[in-house]
């Protein structure tokens, strides 16, 4: 029952900022100031509530999918760590988690020791939102993966 009611919350607040219209940006401002001064060191202006407002407007199909993977509590129905140990031996696998994101990275790091060689694992400063917290580095790691990647591509 939780579910049902989170789902249809989330369309209530979609469908609220959908009739506000050209206020919407502006309402999600003033409700969610938090969310634009975590990012104001990038943005100046009203960017973050404008991205933010038109996400929410669109068709949430990637909480569609997200209702389709996982069960009650967010869990997953076929999870991961029943799968990637199977993965070809020839594909290299990057963990990256951040150093106070809620999730827990040692169930990841587990996994990394059993993958051996082929899995890299790293932590870096920041939440569950590595990738916006700590953006310059998690780009320097994506770049230096894709550059481990190209490298093993080519000795084939």
């Not at 789902?7 to 401002?29: D, E, K, S």
């Not at 997200?66 to 020839?90: E, H, M, T, Y």
Request: glycine residues 6%; hydrophobic residues 35%.
């Amino acid at each position: 029952a939780s579910d049902v009611y989170k789902r249809q919350y989330q369309r209530r607040v979609r469908a609220a900022l959908r009739w506000a219209g050209p206020y919407g940006p502006n309402l999600v401002q003033r409700l969610r100031s938090d969310l634009s001064h975590k990012w104001s060191h990038f943005f100046e202006d009203d960017t973050v509530s404008n991205y933010i407002y038109h996400l929410q407007v669109q068709p949430p199909s990637g909480e569609d999918a997200f209702q389709v993977l996982s069960i009650p509590f967010g869990w997953a129905k076929a999870p991961l760590c029943n799968r990637i140990l199977n993965l070809s031996k020839d594909l290299p696998v990057l963990w990256i988690y951040g150093s106070s994101s809620w999730m827990n990275f040692r169930f990841g790091h587990d996994l990394h020791k059993q993958m051996g060689d082929r899995s890299t694992f790293v932590t870096l400063e920041g939440g569950h939102h590595v990738y916006a917290d700590s953006w310059k580095e998690f780009n320097r790691t994506l770049i230096q993966a894709g550059k481990v990647l190209i490298k093993m591509v080519r000795r084939r």
